[in-house]
């Protein structure tokens, strides 16, 4: 890697790091936190951190819970659910009903395979990624707020990306990635509306930026930082709802 390369790396990391920040994440304790996809990358990291601080978590994943097992911690439960058909989501119905849920992050999420450009693209991955990506956020919102505690549904975090941005697209192609999150970021709008005045429920969406994960292995920030980033937004969801921003709060154009 050259040097120009490296040093611009090193600004990025710089950007979000907040790793010398104290105090993060201590409001959110005794918390009931259901995450999706949390086997894995962003998910994991912040299903550890958020056991770390002394909270419960749901954690559902899609083909693989070998991380999750590993940790064996009584205040984490884990459920398969392939997000890719939304009846599959019932499955969460049993571990969460009765029981408090305080947080939905919306985590889960694909690329949406190669052929995603103009007279490519893959149909049948584009239904599937639209239900992981985008219309399962619909439907974990309505599961937990008809069967988990009553009341209990404080805030959802959709776990977005930038790179979909409407007025920012100067690139074309990869119709699927982009169609499917700005599906999502367009939900996230409309239940930040809807989940505010019916239940006071804050929904933000969020771009975690260039993280290293299974996805997006070149990628340049560690996903334990974007962990602690997307902890420190919780804590001030109150004051973001309806946002689209990034691991340091600023507004992003849909
Ligand atoms: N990394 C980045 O630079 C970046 C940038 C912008 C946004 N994001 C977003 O961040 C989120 C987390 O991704 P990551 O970077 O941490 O990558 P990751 O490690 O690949 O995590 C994605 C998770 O989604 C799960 N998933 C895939 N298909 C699923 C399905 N059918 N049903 C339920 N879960 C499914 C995966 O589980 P399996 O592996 O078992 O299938 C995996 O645990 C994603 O929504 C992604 O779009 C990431």
Known sequence: MGLRRLFKNYLYKKKFDITSKKNIGERIEKQSILITGANSGIGYEL???FLRLNNFVFATYNKDSENLKKLSDSNLQICQCDQSKIENIDAIINLIKDKP???IINNAGVWGGKNQNFNQIDYVNFVSASNINAISILKFAEVVLKYSEKNSL?????IS?????TENNTSGRDYIYKGTKSMMNSFSKN???DLKRSYGVNVISICPGNVRTKM???????PQNAAL???DILDNAETLNGKFINLNKDILTW
């Open 47 to 49: 299903t550890k951190k």
């Open 229 to 231: 980033n997307i902890i």
């Open 154 to 158: 404080k805030s959802i975090l959709n």
């Open 161 to 165: 990306s930038q790179y979909v941005s």
């Open 101 to 103: 849920i305080n947080i």
């Open 216 to 222: 997006n292995p070149g990628g340049i920030l560690d």
């Open 191 to 193: 239940l930040s509306i």
